[in-house]
Nanobody
Framework: QVQLVESGGGVVQVGGSLRLSCAAS????????VAWFRQAPGKEREFVAG????????IYAVSVEGRFTISRDNAKNTVYLQMNSLKPEDTAVYSC?????????????????WGPGTQVTVSS
């Protein structure tokens, strides 16, 4: 059972940056597809970014492409989400997820393991 724990959330002004981290409990995490999702109050959870566990290829939601970057450090069993040029609409609880496959998908139902989430608030 892989356990995931996010950190790095907080309050930032419009145009600012944050880097989220997601630490995994097992080394088998290194070959898993990983992703970041977010959920704003009153809205459905939405896909943000994903990474292939074998090739490190990445995919992004249109709303964050060019501003957010997903990366991983397998030596530390950690995945990151670098968020730049933050906007008020980026305010949400951000969660990392992993699945028992190397291929990242955009649907939350396809992921097997989840972290509890970390709050990101962008103030204007």
């Amino acid at each position: 059972q892989v356990q995931l724990v996010e950190s790095g959330g907080g309050v930032v002004q419009v145009g600012g940056s944050l880097r989220l981290s997601c630490a995994a409990s097992e080394r088998t995490f290194s070959s898993a597809a990983v992703a970041w999702f977010r959920q704003a109050p009153g809205k459905e959870r939405e896909f943000v970014a994903g990474m292939n566990g074998a090739t490190a290829a990445t995919i992004y939601a249109v709303s964050v492409e060019g501003r957010f970057t997903i990366s991983r450090d397998n030596a530390k069993n950690t995945v990151y989400l670098q968020m730049n040029s933050l906007k008020p609409e980026d305010t949400a609880v951000y969660s990392c997820a992993a699945r028992k496959s190397t291929f990242p998908l955009r649907s939350a139902v396809d992921y097997d393991y989840w972290g509890p989430g970390t709050q990101v608030t962008v103030s204007s």
